[in-house]
């Protein structure tokens, strides 16, 4: 049989309350015989004080401790007296099979019910010599005196009873243990009927979990958990439904991506499609005009693969960093000088603030100039004619701080957050003639956090774009 959690739950439970009461059970049987019997040798003290003084006056009425060395008897005597007080408090259970003890018994039953105490007792003179009894003084702790007129004539012990032989007493202990049997009893009844509806309690929201989850595994993103506590089982809750939330996200962010790339693919295949058949059908002359039409369409779907690709590179770790340090400034500057002719064919002034000293970091600097190509290949494209572009770089609290700066036209703040998402793209300010797919951006904080730096779009003081970029400066140059 298959024990599900709450079948665990409430065996641990369970056993956790066994444990419990069994201890109890045992601690409460131990302590009851050593209490009771702790009772009982204290009553035989107190015995003892009245067995004492009528050893005192039969010292009296002897002339000293040589006749009653000779008569025994009469110490015996005294003591059946004291007896004689309680005389149930000290019969001795019939042995089962002596049937010389339970004729004794039926022929003199308050006869020598004592002989166990009798056993026990000892007397000593005045200079603690034996008088009466066979067992050791040496191993009795407690002695009380003897008086004959004030003064001290002897000693009278009592050896502890190390458990109880009285029948009455031996049933009243057992009646004791009984009830508290019957209480452990119902206590782990008790315990076993709270168990159950506990651990059922207990499980409720593991099993609520478990079937979200299932729900989750197969495919349905918007599945929710109801947080109840705020104890484990609660933050477990807050972060499925984060899972949930970021499945669901990742989702929809996979079929508009996969929505999208089909859209940027179909596009030229369509355009090179139809002039393909145009010229197939004569509608087109073959000339260098129309191949060089398809060239193009050829081109812009060979760089939309190649994002694609650099894109999948990146996103696994596929991209080779080859890491060493490097002067951030000389990198800046290349890449500058390598988009300044394109600049100045749309008429886009350029202005740059960079330090002479050297900022280095710890990068890979074929990566870092296709992060700055990119960059600088995108405000050219989106800032318009006879704008402004401005790049800085200043090195701070242990990290460099890369800028770019276009003037308009700019973007609202909801639309800044999202231009390093995969395919996003401006409306009204990018288009498929002169911009890409909108994957470029995503590499570029692809390639920053490999960098582990931060890369972020704000908006520009020109009134663009500014693209703040930072990375860590190298360990010795911090």
């Known amino acids: 049989m298959k024990l599900t959690v709450t079948h665990r739950v409430f065996l641990a439970i369970l056993a956790a309350n066994v444990i419990i009461v069994l201890s109890m059970f045992l601690i409460m049987q131990w302590s009851v015989d050593r209490g009771f019997l702790k009772y009982v040798n204290q009553l035989e003290q107190n015995r003892m004080d009245r067995l004492a003084t009528k050893l005192g006056r039969a010292f009296n009425a002897g002339g000293g401790w040589e006749s009653l060395r000779e008569t025994p008897d009469t110490i015996s005597r005294l003591i059946g007296e004291i007896i004689a007080e309680n005389p149930t408090q000290y019969s001795p259970l019939p042995v089962a099979g002596d049937t010389k003890q339970e004729h004794a018994q039926q022929a003199d039953p308050a006869g020598r019910r004592y002989y166990r105490l009798e056993k026990r007792i000892v007397v000593l003179d005045a200079k603690r010599k034996p008088i009466f009894g066979s067992s050791n003084p040496e191993d009795i702790e407690i002695f009380k005196p003897i008086s004959d007129k004030g003064t001290v004539v002897g000693y009278l012990g009592l050896l502890p009873s190390k458990f109880v032989s009285d029948m009455h007493q031996l049933r009243f202990v057992k009646e004791q243990k009984t009830v508290f049997a019957l209480v452990a009893m119902v206590m782990l009844l008790v315990a076993a009927a709270i168990a159950l509806p506990l651990a059922r309690l ?22 929710r958990v109801s947080v109840d506590s705020d104890d484990e089982f609660g933050h477990l809750s807050r972060d499925f439904n984060a899972l949930a939330l970021s499945l669901d996200k ?49 081109f812009r779907l ?177």
């Open 302 to 478: 060979n760089r939309l693969v190649d994002d694609l690709y650099q894109l999948a590179l990146s996103d696994v770790g596929g991209l080779a960093y080859r890491k060493s340090d490097v002067n951030l400034t000389d990198v800046l500057c290349e890449a500058i000088d390598r988009v300044r002719p394109i600049l100045a064919e749309r008429s886009l002034k350029l202005s740059t603030l960079l330090p002479q000293e050297p900022v280095v970091v710890f990068a890979d600097a074929e990566r870092l100039a296709q992060l700055f190509d990119n960059l600088l290949d995108n405000s050219r494209k989106y800032t318009d004619c006879g704008g402004t572009l401005e790049i800085s770089l200043e090195s701070a609290h242990g990290g460099a701080t890369v800028d770019i700066k276009d003037s308009g036209p700019g973007v609202t703040e909801e639309e800044r957050g999202k231009l390093f998402d995969r395919l996003y793209r401006v409306e009204g300010s990018r288009n498929r003639s002169s911009g890409g797919a909108g994957l470029g951006l995503a590499i570029c904080r692809n390639i920053v956090e490999a960098h582990e730096g931060a890369i972020e779009a704000l908006h520009s003081p020109l009134g663009g774009i500014l693209i703040r970029i930072t990375l860590p400066l190298s360990v010795g140059n911090q």
């Open 250 to 298: 990742n989702e929809h962010a996979r079929r508009q991506f996969v929505a999208d790339i089909s859209h940027e693919l179909r596009t030229p295949l369509a355009i090179l499609g139809g002039e393909i058949e145009a010229i197939q059908d004569g509608i087109q002359e073959l000339s260098l005009e129309s191949i060089s039409s398809l060239q193009v369409e050829v």
């Open 202 to 223: 207990l499980v409720r929201p593991l099993k609520k979990l478990a079937a979200a989850t299932s729900h989750l595994s197969s495919g349905r993103y918007d599945v």
